[in-house]
């Protein structure tokens, strides 16, 4: 038996789905990948500059508290470095931990807001690390160190960690936001290009249908309409 000859129009359907398909996935790419390089560009650029800034803020609190301990240091007066450290920990509730260290290494005072077996500060600042004033990121942590000096000469460090939970937190809602802007762009691109591809596929489907029958059909009176 001979195989039965698909009906010129719905060829003629099937050309046009394909093509409005091929322009909707177009635009909607389009829009998608339009949208995403600023995004990603704009988050990157944002991760930078606030982590910059929280490590600038910090140094220069942490620089100022180690100012004010250089009496302490100097006379190692204890109870005045701790109530030292336990006032900046109030003030700046991101302090989870903070050591003031002699020249020799030995901690005149430390804070820690909750106990803990982590390695010290001045592990985690890293022995082979020269004493400086800096900060470092680990991990979760920011870790800034300030050197105490008295009239030049080094008497100590102070060592502080900061909590980096809440600038996660900030990061993590702008990452949240721009993949919403993205998505959102996305359906409202498949949405304009679905009604694009009607006023382009429409009349290419049905001249394609046409070139189909008279194609088959030399003698036939179909002929297409301008659109």
């Not at 900046?88 to 903070?98: D, H, K, P």
């Not at 005072?109 to 004033?133: C, D, I, K, N």
């Not at 050197?147 to 909590?163: A, I, K, M, P, Y």
């Amino acid at each position: 038996s001979m195989a039965k000859t698909p009906n010129p129009a719905i060829k003629g359907l099937l050309v046009r789905l394909k093509l409005a398909h091929r322009l909707t996935v177009l635009v909607t790419a389009t829009s998608i990948v339009s949208i995403l390089i600023p995004c990603v560009i704009i988050a990157v650029v944002d991760h930078s500059v606030r982590q910059r800034d929280f490590a600038q803020s910090a140094s220069v609190l942490v620089d100022g508290v180690a100012a004010n301990n250089a009496a302490a240091m100097t006379f190692s007066d204890r109870q005045a470095a701790a109530e030292s450290l336990a006032t900046l920990a109030a003030v700046e509730g991101r302090v989870t931990r903070a050591a003031l260290l002699l020249r020799d290494g030995e901690a005149l005072a430390t804070y820690e807001r909750t106990s803990s077996t982590v390695p010290s500060l001045a592990a985690l600042w890293g022995a082979e690390r020269e004493t400086q004033s800096g900060y470092l990121f680990q991990g979760d942590s920011l870790l800034v160190s300030s050197v105490v000096r008295v009239q030049g000469d080094e008497v100590g460090t102070l060592l502080v960690e900061f909590s980096k939970e809440e600038f996660n937190q900030q990061t993590a809602i702008m990452a949240w936001s721009f993949l919403g802007a993205v998505l959102f762009s996305a359906v409202i691109a498949w949405v304009v290009g679905w009604r694009l591809q009607q006023f382009i596929s429409g009349p290419i489907g049905r001249l394609a249908a046409v070139t189909r029958v008279v194609s088959a059909d030399p003698g036939s009176a179909i002929r297409a309409i301008r659109e």
